[in-house]
């Protein structure tokens, strides 16, 4: 039987990696200066995080594509 451990939470994950955080935030302002329509960007970091399988930025990300007025049908 394969072990299955609980994902660390973010404090957590921001005290392991910071370089990370700061490097993932730059991303997204990065994507949020492109020049691409919002309701767009957020979609892209919706997919992003289901791809990447964290609950805790699919979250985030559904919440700020709702705020870009993104069509319930789409997310």
């Known amino acids: 039987m394969t072990h299955v451990s609980a994902r660390i939470g973010r404090s957590e994950y921001e ?4 370089a990370t ?4 935030r730059d ?3 990065a994507v949020d200066d492109s020049g691409l329509e919002k309701p767009l960007t957020e979609l892209l970091k919706v997919r992003a995080s289901q791809l990447n399988g964290c609950a805790y930025c699919l979250h985030f990300h559904l ?3 709702r705020r870009a007025e993104v069509a ?3 997310l």
């Open 72 to 74: 319930p049908a789409k």
């Open 27 to 29: 991303l997204g302002a």
């Open 15 to 18: 005290q392991i990696a910071p």
């Open 63 to 65: 919440a700020g594509a």
């Open 21 to 24: 955080v700061v490097a993932l």
